[in-house]
Structure formats: C-alpha cells, structure tokens
C-alpha cells in the first residue's frame, strides 16, 4: 500500500461498519482465573458483589510502587468486567504518583493502557459479550449527555464529569478513587472500552490506549497533506508513535531527540532526517521549515526555539505534560514567527477506536519489551533516564 492509498484508505464510514458489534448482553462466563476463591462463579454469584483485584499501587508520593489488594465496584448494568492482559508504562502514570501534578490519594493504582479479555457484561451492555478483545485509556466515565461527549470528545465533557482512569474521585469505587490498570482486572463503563481486533497483539496494542491516541488525536487535527514536512520532537513513548504515524500518512517527517543513541531506531522508522538537539543552536537551520510540529517533551524546555523551525502562521502542539502541568516560553521567540501553539490531551473514545483499527490494518506497531510486575519500579527509573526503548509492556499474569 503506498502512502496515498495509507492516507485515504481508512474512512470513518470503514471504522463504523468494523465497529458494530452483536453482543446478547448479559452473559457471564466462568471467569474462574479472576476469582480463584470462587470456582463455581456465576452470574448471581458475581453480580452486586465488589471485585477483588490485585495490582501494584504508589503508597506515597516516592516514585516506587508495591503489591496492593483491593476491590472494585460490582458490575453495574451498564458495565464490563475486563480480565487484564498486559498494561503498559506511560510517563504519565510517573508523574501523577509522584505528585508532579497535585497532591494525590494513596494508594493508588496507575496504568492507562490496558488490553484484556471481557469476563462479565452488565445486563444492558450490547457494545461487549463475554470473550470479546477490549482495551480501556486515559478515561473511564463522563456525562454522557453534553455535547461534548455525545460527539465522541469525552475528554472535553462540558460538565466537567470526565474521570481519568486513575486517582479521580469516583463515588462508587470501594477505594473513592478510579483505580487504573497496573492490576489483574479492571471495571468499566462499557462506552470507554474499545474493541481490540485479532490482527494485533495484545502487547502491541496496549500502548495505543494513550500513546497513540495522544500523537494521532492531534495529527489528524493538523490535517496535513501528503508530502507536508512534520516535526517530532521527543522521541519516546508517544513521540515514536507519533513519527510512525506520520510518516504512514504520508508525512516527510523530522524527529529531534536528545538521544543520540535513538539515532539509528528512528531512522528504521522512516523519516527523513533525525535532528540531535544537543544545543539548541541545532534547531537554527531548520527555523521556518516545517509545515507542522507535535511535541511529546514532558519536561520544561525551550518551546519558543523548537516553535521557530514551523513556518509562520502554523500550527505547533504540545502534548507532553510537564511538572506542575505549567511551561514557560519566550514570548519573542514565538512572535518571531506567529506560530499557532496549542496544547493537546488525548482524544476520545470513536477517535481511539480508529486509532486502533488503523494501527492494527496497517501494522503500525509500538517497539515494547515486556516486563514482569517486579520489573516496574526498574522500568520507571529507565524512563525517567530516557532509556525506555520505546514502551515497557507489563505482562499482566505477573501481578
Ligand atoms: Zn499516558
Ligand atoms: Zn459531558
């Protein structure tokens, strides 16, 4: 497939016709791995009942994380019960258990990119049966009525009732907070699950639940033509994804990073030129080039030079989060050439349904290696050293 038929091939009418789903709605079948003290689980046994679930939780605002038992809410009627497969790491999850973003409450689960196996459905589910493939991200529930999230933009709900899938206030969970997905099972409102296709692994499609929705989401928005010049800037979890995606919508793509030894990586992931911004002085060259530029920095940094390499009047979006959620840019730097900046969250459920699809039809793939739950405190410090290459995946049996 060439980048033209890539860029058109996959419409919202294609994601709608592989969306409908039949599902009868209210079995449960035997999920006997979830509940290993009760074998003879059935739907009476398990309906109105907290779950229990096991995971690995902050316990204060230290960086490390431990084993945790804890419930979730009963399946309601409009819930699904995921059995958890695997959970990946995502800068994110570091920085909220760490308090860099407001004081939290403990202990608390982190983990938003989750992919399973639907266990138990509530009775008006239609969207889920029991067996069927399905992936929770960044949020959990909203209002469900404004307009915001009757057009798919959960995450901009107008009566501020979007719940993040970890830490926020959430009157019926046991703990009083959403718990994410660094556990063995997770209960969601079946509306922000989404359907995992078999042609692509669990693994590689967990990082899509964040990662891939946040670079897509904002992408898509860009709507840059076939051949327009894109930067990346910030070449980790949501950055590699976001080159891989570009270049597959038919992008010439220009990924800076700070590494040099992620040089020859992102060359294997098709673009055009890797910039190793060892000083800003590197991004002098390339001031006024770009047609688009998405930045995945979670940290502070020099918004105003890595702004200067777009062309005047367009468009540069940040969607790293730094500490304390606040950066701070040279306003003469971004007057020099009037570039539009905006910042971007993630995106919504139909959006991260499409993601998925066209990640999965294309073989757009996440570089993962895949760790045991004891390997988690290790990996976060590799993260935050820059030595994550690109998306630690966490084998969810080991919890
Ligand atoms: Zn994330
Ligand atoms: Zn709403």
Redesign the pocket.
């Known amino acids: 497939m060439d980048n033209q038929q890539k860029a058109n091939g996959f419409s919202r009418r294609d994601f709608l016709k592989n969306t409908v789903t039949a599902g009868a709605g209210t079995l449960l079948v035997n999920p006997m791995n979830l509940f290993s003290q009760d074998v003879n689980t059935n739907n009476q046994h398990i309906m109105g009942k907290n779950i229990k679930s096991k995971g690995y939780a902050a316990k204060d605002n230290s960086g490390k994380l431990s084993p945790w038992e804890f419930e979730r809410r009963p399946v309601g009627e409009h819930d699904v019960l995921i059995d958890i497969k695997f959970a990946s790491i995502?800068?994110?999850?570091i920085h909220q258990m760490k308090g860099d973003w407001g004081p939290q409450q403990y202990p608390q689960v982190p983990g938003?990119?989750i992919v399973g196996i639907v266990a138990a459905v509530g009775s008006k589910v239609t969207k889920f049966k029991v067996g069927d493939r399905a992936g929770v991200?960044?949020m959990v529930d909203s209002c469900m009525e404004c307009d915001s999230c009757k057009h798919g933009e959960e995450h901009y709900c107008e009566n501020g009732k979007t719940v993040f899938t970890y830490g926020y206030p959430m009157k019926d969970s046991p703990t009083g907070i959403s718990q994410g997905g660094y556990s063995n099972n997770i209960v969601v409102r079946d509306h922000f699950a989404v359907h995992i296709p078999e042609h692509i692994s669990f693994e590689q499609a967990a990082p899509l639940l964040?990662?891939g929705i946040?670079t897509y989401s904002p992408l898509m928005n860009a709507n840059f033509k076939i051949g327009d010049k894109v930067g990346v800037a910030g070449i980790g979890?949501?950055g590699h994804l976001a080159v891989k995606l570009a270049v597959s919508k038919g992008a010439e793509v220009y990924a800076f990073t700070t590494s040099p030894s992620k040089v020859n990586d992102i060359k294997s992931f098709g673009v055009k030129e890797v910039i190793v911004v060892d000083n800003p002085s590197k991004l002098a060259p390339f001031k006024g080039q770009l047609d688009y530029m998405i930045s995945t920095i979670p940290v502070q940094f020099d918004v105003a030079s890595y702004a200067s390499v777009v062309k005047p009047n367009g468009f540069f979006t940040q969607v790293g989060m730094p500490v304390g959620f606040q950066l701070t840019l040279s306003n003469i730097g971004l007057a020099g050439s009037r570039v539009n900046f905006n910042a971007s969250l993630?995106g919504g459920i139909p959006e991260t349904q499409e993601v998925i699809h066209y990640c999965a039809d294309n073989g757009i793939y996440p570089v993962i290696e895949v760790i045991k739950a004891n390997q988690i405190n290790d990996a976060w410090d590799k993260v935050l050293n820059n030595e994550a290459r690109y998306r630690y995946v966490i084998d969810a049996s080991t919890f």
Request: net charge negative; glycine share 14%; charged share 15%.
């Open positions: 995502c800068h994110s999850d938003h990119e991200g960044c964040c990662a946040t979890g949501l993630i």
